[in-house]
């Protein structure tokens, strides 16, 4: 059997490329399983409920919460974000990767509550270049990418915190890297 961990999280700065990276990998390996998480941020165009996340409003999160449904919750930039207990548990005792795709707070509650996850932090290949991908997603307007600067600055601050590091040069060799972390090959 293997020893490895089975819980995965990658964390990193808005911007870093995290669901271009998860996206990739999933197209070649659909049998990657990626939880779904609820939040109260509003869709982009093209995010689909239940697919990129579940849409919740605030009264829905305060529920989530309070009765102990979500595996670990942040506020992030002016939402909140959490992980659904119930799925992420049930694949881990079917014995499958599980990827949590969450921010640093959160990777942190999974620190806390599950010894065993690995931590995987994606880097952007310098400051300059995470600035030009959050900007040129086109996705926030200006004052929520100022936010969300701020917050990558200090998650920039907290990679030592994290098992491993991979570098968002090429999405192909950080998808790789992932999967060989995850040992899916
Ligand atoms: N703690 C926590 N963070 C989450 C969760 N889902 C997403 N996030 C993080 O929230 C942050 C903002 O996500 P999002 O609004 O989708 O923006 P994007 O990452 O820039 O595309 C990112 O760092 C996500 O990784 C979750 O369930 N829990
Ligand atoms: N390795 C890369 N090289 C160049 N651009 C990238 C790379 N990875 C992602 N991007 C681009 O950067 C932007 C942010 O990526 P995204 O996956 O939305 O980030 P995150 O999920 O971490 O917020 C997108 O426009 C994406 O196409």
Do not use: C
């Not at 992420?88 to 014995?95: D, I, N, Q």
């Not at 010894?115 to 004052?143: D, Y």
């Not at 929520?144 to 999405?171: G, H, M, Q, Y």
Request: proline share 6%.
């Amino acid at each position: 059997m293997s020893e490895r961990p089975r819980l995965t999280v990658l964390s990193g700065p808005s911007g870093v490329g995290k669901s271009t990276v998860v996206a990739h990998m999933r197209k070649e390996h659909p049998e990657v399983w990626l939880s779904v998480s609820a939040t109260t941020r509003k869709p982009r165009p093209g995010e689909r409920h239940g697919v990129h996340y579940f849409f919740v409003t605030d009264e829905e999160m305060d529920k989530l919460i309070a009765n102990g449904e979500l595996l670990e919750w942040a506020e992030f930039a002016g939402n909140r974000y959490g992980t659904p207990r119930a799925a992420v548990l049930e694949r881990l005792e079917a014995g499958e990767p599980v990827l949590l795709e969450i921010d640093l707070q959160g990777a942190r509650q999974v620190r806390e509550s599950m010894a065993e996850a690995q931590l995987v932090f994606l880097a952007p290949p310098s400051w300059e270049e995470l600035v030009r991908r959050l900007t040129g997603r086109g996705t926030e307007p200006p004052e929520v990418i100022e936010r969300r600067l701020d917050a990558a600055k200090v998650e920039l601050a907290a990679e030592p915190e994290f098992d491993v590091t991979l570098v968002n040069t090429s999405v192909e060799d950080v998808a790789r890297e992932l999967l060989a972390l995850m040992d899916v090959v």
